[in-house]
Structure formats: C-alpha cells, structure tokens
T-cell receptor, first 111, second 114 residues
Framework: DAKTTQPPSMDCAEGRAANLPCNHS???????VYWYRQIHSQGPQYIIHGLKNNETNEMASLIITEDRKSSTLILPHATLRDTAVYYCIVRGPGGSYIPTFGRGTSLIVHP | DAGVIQSPRHEVTEMGQEVTLRCKPI?????LFWYRQTMMRGLELLIYFNNNVPIDDSGMPEDRFSAKMPNASFSTLKIQPSEPRDSAVYFCASSFGGAVQPQHFGDGTRLSIL
C-alpha cells in the first residue's frame, strides 16, 4: 500500500471550512483513498473514500488531484464536534491486508 | 442498526491473568479485524478474518495472543498470560466484502494490566 503524509495538526474556526491535505505520491492505479476520523475515546469512524473522481457525502467532500498524488478532505462547515484525529489511508485490492493508519492530522475546531 | 459491539468496555487485571475480549460484528459483514492502539505505536492491525477464517495474523505480537471466530457473529481475542505492556485500547472492526471495504469500528476495550 502507498504511504501517506499528513500534517500532524491543524486548527479551524467553527463554521468555517476545514481542508485537510494528504500526500500519496506513490499511489497505484487501483488504490483507493480512504478517510477515517477518531474522536477522543471512540473507535475510528469511516468518512469517505474515492478512486479518481471527487466524492461527496453527508459528512464531507473528497477532492483528488488529477495525478492522484494528493487529496483533500473538506468539512464544509466545521463544528466543535469535528475535533478529532483524521487519518488518510491508501488501499488497493492487491496490497497488504495491513492498513497503515499512521499518525493522522489532529484537527482542533475552536469557537 | 446496531454497530460493532465490544465487551467489556474496560478491563483491569493483574499480570499473569488470562484476558478475553469479545466482539460482535455488524450483521451481514463477512470481514472482521482486531486492532490495538497505544500512544507509542498508534493503531496497529493484529489479525484479519474473512468468512470466519484468519487471513493475516502477522500483526499478532506473540504466542500469548490468540484470536478465534467460531461463527459469523462472534469473535474473541485472548491474552494468556497478560503482561503490563499489553495495556492498550483494543478495537474490533467489521466490513462487508473484504479488507479494502470501509471498516466499521466498535468503541473499543480499554485494557489495563497491573
């Protein structure tokens, strides 16, 4: 599986958009980009995933660059409850079963 | 819908004791994962089952750890004998369709070995 690089921490004002970047320059053609988040004392929560096209669901939007070497998770209107660690993971059907969660980005949403 | 259910939520025991953690995956999911999370090492996959069969247990730290999945709705992770360095939060996750599908996590078991 391709490795990912994320900033260790970010902050965002409540009500503003939170844009979380992820670099995955060694991604293969059949590997998906997944985003999870972990709120303190809870298990990780799946957010969204995509292959090539941008994706949107009720939680967030995922923007993948045309060369697929990086992506951005967008929380359009961040709330205090979005404070969490966000993990970007790249996985493909031919890769190892062991996902690399890494250290993620600690997002703090402040009033 | 019920999510992944883990029990107990908290476990405190003395070193040398046997510890059994339990997991009930989401109904209909055919893949199950056990993870361990510590401050030092982050979130690590211990073992992955598909259709009740262990597929990859290379993350299991040593022979003191064992995991079983006797049926599609139940799995256990056992540590015997337990050691203080096993203290961590243990998560169970399930998915439908294999390791590359989105995983749904339980709330974890916080284990403290004294």
């Amino acid at each position: 599986d391709a490795k990912t690089t994320q900033p260790p921490s970010m902050d965002c004002a409540e009500g503003r958009a939170a844009n979380l970047p992820c670099n995955h320059s060694t991604i293969s053609g059949n590997e998906y980009v997944y985003w999870y988040r972990q709120i303190h004392s809870q298990g990780p929560q799946y957010i969204i995933h995509g292959l090539k096209n941008n994706e949107t669901n009720e939680m967030a939007s995922l923007i993948i660059t045309e060369d697929r070497k990086s992506s951005t998770l967008i929380l359009p209107h961040a709330t205090l409850r979005d404070t969490a660690v966000y993990y970007c993971i790249v996985r493909g059907p031919g890769g190892s079963y062991i996902p690399t969660f890494g250290r993620g980005t600690s997002l703090i949403v402040h009033p | 819908d019920a999510g992944v259910i883990q029990s107990p939520r908290h476990e405190v025991t003395e070193m040398g004791q046997e510890v059994t953690l339990r997991c009930k995956p989401i109904s209909g999911h055919n893949s199950l994962f056990w993870y361990r999370q510590t401050m030092m090492r982050g979130l690590e996959l211990l073992i992955y089952f598909n259709n009740n069969v262990p597929i990859d247990d290379s993350g299991m730290p040593e022979d003191r750890f064992s995991a079983k999945m006797p049926n599609a709705s139940f799995s256990t992770l056992k540590i015997q004998p337990s050691e203080p360095r096993d203290s961590a939060v243990y998560f169970c996750a399930s998915s439908f369709g294999g390791a590359v599908q989105p995983q749904h996590f339980g709330d974890g078991t916080r284990l403290s070995i004294l």
